[in-house]
Structure formats: structure tokens, C-alpha cells
């Protein structure tokens, strides 16, 4: 809001030019920008999809450096991917069309990116990707959550890509994650206390962590209220 319209474009053009070869490097391609936004297919595999999400965050951190030298804000972007059947086709009239992707995944896919704002991380990938990577071994995940997302009846499961993070976030992450994995299963048990004596020793380790502290906010809240008899751990989003 405080650039002018032609600013506004060259920083979009800018920072597309940078990101998008990335995509196709790992394989993939465009279907179509959104503003800042890109919808993107990835035909061969989810590796090439997860490679290509940590190859765009890099390019990202390499832009902030030179922003940051020219007085600018850096920037922080989330990516989220999700596998699945779809189409990709041509929507519009005669005179106006342009591609789209359609399916309930794209959909789903489009609310993994939105709640990389909510989790506080870079890039979020479904259960369905971490079963379907050909080298899971070549990541470092962590389950974050078990949610129900707005306009859905059942569950995903979501985990964030490690390797995404800039260090020493990254490190620390990783360093933490036997108390993050604990914490995470005595609150999908209801053992709030435990689970909320592990998720403050991470936040001593690692300050920035910004979901536990919002397993933290949720024990909060869930003891502050009766807590369901079916409890099971399953978070429901009411908002995008």
C-alpha cells in the first residue's frame, strides 16, 4: 500500500522472474499467476515438487539480500503441496480464456498454502506427498498437525519440510524434534500438562518456534473449556 501501481508490478515481475525458473527446473510447469501467487503441476512425481519448493525458497533468501542492501523489506512467502487427481483445461468465453486447474485437491492444496501463515513456516506438505516421495529419506519432516480445514468434513494431516528453513531455525528445528514429537502425541492424548512442559522447552531452545507456541494457545484454550469427550486431537480451522 505505500508503492505506487507501477512499483507494484515491477516488484511482482521481479520476484516472478526469480522464483518461476525454479518450476521448471524440477520439472514442473505454470499453470497460471495469481497476483503474487503461482498454481503450479508437477506431472512426474512429488520429489520434483518438494525439490522445487526448496530451490524457490532459496531463490527468495537470495533476493532478500540484495532487497535488504537496497533498503527493503524482505520477504516471507509459503508454499504448500498437496498429490492427487485433477484436470488442467481452459476456462472462459471466446474472446477471454486462460488455464486452470479444478479438482477438491486444488482446493485443498490452496488452504496447505494458507496455513503456512498460521503455523509460521515455509512450506507444508500433506501426508499424501510424504508417501509418495521416491527418497524420503532425503528430507527432514516434521508432523505438525491433524486438522480439519474450512469447507471440509474430514482430515488432513500436515507436516512441514525442514530443509526449507533458513538456519539456524532449521537446526534448531531439528534439534528439538524429539520433544516437538512427544509434546505432539500427549496432546493428541489429552495429556495437556506433559505435552505443555515439552512445548515450553522447545520455546527455551528455540524462541522463534511459532507452533508450539501455538500448541501452547490451544492447551490454553482447550483447558479453559470442557474439553471433548472424543477428544483426539484434531484441530478445526473456521476460517481459510
Given at each position: 500500500e505505500r508503492i505506487s501501481s507501477q512499483e507494484n508490478f515491477d516488484f511482482i515481475n521481479a520476484y516472478l522472474q526469480r522464483i518461476s525458473p525454479?518450476?521448471?527446473n524440477y520439472n514442473g510447469f505454470i499453470v497460471k499467476y495469481m497476483g503474487d501467487g503461482v498454481m503450479a503441476v508437477f506431472p512426474d512425481?512429488?520429489?520434483d515438487a518438494v525439490?522445487?519448493?526448496?530451490?524457490?525458497?532459496?531463490?527468495?533468501?537470495?533476493?532478500?539480500?540484495s532487497r535488504t542492501i537496497q533498503g527493503y523489506a524482505p520477504l516471507n512467502i509459503g508454499i504448500g503441496i498437496h498429490v492427487g487427481d485433477m484436470m488442467v483445461g481452459i476456462v472462459g468465453e471466446a474472446n477471454?480464456?486462460?488455464a486452470d486447474a479444478l479438482s477438491d485437491n486444488v482446493n485443498l492444496t490452496a488452504r496447505l498454502e494458507g496455513l503456512t501463515k498460521y503455523y509460521g513456516v515455509s512450506l507444508l506438505i500433506?501426508?499424501?506427498v510424504v508417501q509418495r516421495l521416491r527418497e524420503p529419506e532425503a528430507y527432514q519432516v516434521r508432523l505438525l498437525d491433524r486438522a480439519i480445514v474450512q469447507g471440509r468434513t474430514e482430515s488432513i494431516t500436515v507436516y512441514e519440510v525442514?530443509?526449507?528453513?533458513v538456519e539456524p531455525i532449521r537446526s534448531l528445528k531439528i534439534k528439538t524434534l524429539p520433544l516437538f514429537e512427544e509434546g505432539l502425541q500427549q496432546y493428541c492424548q489429552g495429556n495437556f500438562a506433559n505435552a505443555k512442559v515439552c512445548f515450553e522447552q522447545i520455546l527455551e531452545l528455540?524462541?522463534?518456534?511459532?507452533?508450539?507456541k501455538l500448541y501452547l494457545e490451544r492447551i490454553r484454550s482447550l483447558l479453559d473449556r470442557n474439553i471433548p469427550e472424543n477428544w483426539n486431537g484434531i484441530w478445526k480451522f473456521n476460517q481459510k
Open positions: 525454479e518450476i521448471r512425481g512429488v520429489d525439490r522445487a519448493g526448496i530451490a524457490k525458497l532459496q531463490q527468495v533468501r537470495d533476493y532478500n539480500q477471454r480464456m486462460q500433506s501426508k499424501e525442514l530443509d526449507a528453513e528455540n524462541p522463534d518456534d511459532k507452533t508450539s
